[in-house]
């Protein structure tokens, strides 16, 4: 991370909460976020990992704080948002990252799966959009940006209650957009196709352990482009679609996949 210090996408003078974001892409968010000048919040359960995200981004000049946060507990949420809220006196960006996957089809996903898949996935993008809300009325605005995912919007093997959970991203997404335009708040989703994060890594190990290589490149090969994204890679889409910029931009789903959605089907 390095401090930006262009006029163009900066986020100087605003405070951003992103979740789960400490580690993969809402580290690499935050880290982005926090090089163009905001004050970064980040939500996690993870402290140790979350510590060192605040140190790293401190290191490089920039800003942040880390809040021990279950995006699935309203009350927690609400807590630790108002907190935010008396301690910087604004709340501008709401970027909802946190999520979980399971894998299997619908006769493979139990109902404690089901459960904490929609836990997470969904309640918690409810849960901190709902705590964001009045906050950004407030001040006359802001932005919420969701992950959705590439499996909102086309089928894939094995991932129901995954698929379930980020199409209900993606319509919340509208609807929190139509519902607050005139209230200044902007509301937008990033679909990603595969992006390589420790995610993957620890994916692979687990389940082809001494084939890692032959998988990744596997994996790799889905996307027509013929490789995985990386995690800046989305950072710079959020960084975009949350600035100043992105003014013109609400109620509206951007796919970055590598041709993954148009070029397969």
């Known amino acids: 991370m390095s401090v930006n210090n262009s006029k163009l996408f900066s986020l100087s003078g605003k405070t951003a909460v ?16 926090a090089g163009h000048g905001a004050e970064v919040h980040i939500f996690d359960i993870n402290n140790d990992a979350g510590a060192e995200v605040v140190d790293g981004i401190e290191k490089q000049g920039g800003k942040a704080y880390y809040h021990h946060a279950d995006v699935g507990s309203q009350t927690k949420i609400h807590d630790v948002t108002n907190g935010v809220y008396r301690q910087s006196g ?14 299997g089809k619908l006769e493979e996903t139990s109902e404690a799966d089901f459960d904490r898949v929609y836990q997470v996935n969904v309640k918690g993008v409810y849960n901190c ?6 906050h950004m009325k407030k001040t006359g605005g802001g932005v919420i940006l969701n992950m959705a995912s590439v499996v ?7 991932r129901f209650a995954y698929s379930m959970s980020k199409g209900a991203v993606l319509t919340m997404t509208y609807s929190i957009a139509k519902d607050y335009i005139r209230q200044g708040i902007r509301c937008n989703a990033i679909s990603p196709a595969r992006v390589h994060t ?8 687990q389940n082809y352990p001494g084939k890692e290589k032959e998988m990744f490149d596997k994996l790799s090969a889905t996307q027509p482009i013929g490789r995985m994204g990386q995690a800046e890679e989305i950072a710079h889409m959020a960084l975009y679609l949350c600035s100043d910029e992105a003014s013109f931009v609400t109620g509206s789903n951007f796919p970055i996949d590598g041709g993954f959605i148009t070029l397969n089907t």
Do not use: M, Q
Not at 90 to 103: E, F, K
């Open 198 to 205: 420790p995610f993957v890594d620890g994916y692979l190990k």
């Open 152 to 158: 909102a919007s086309v089928g894939i093997d094995d």
């Open 129 to 134: 959009s709902h705590a964001a809300i009045g």
């Open 18 to 33: 992103i979740t789960g974001a400490s580690k993969g892409i809402g580290r690499s968010i935050a880290e982005v976020f």
């Open 90 to 103: 604004r709340l501008d960006i709401l970027v909802n990252n946190a999520g979980i996957v399971h894998i």
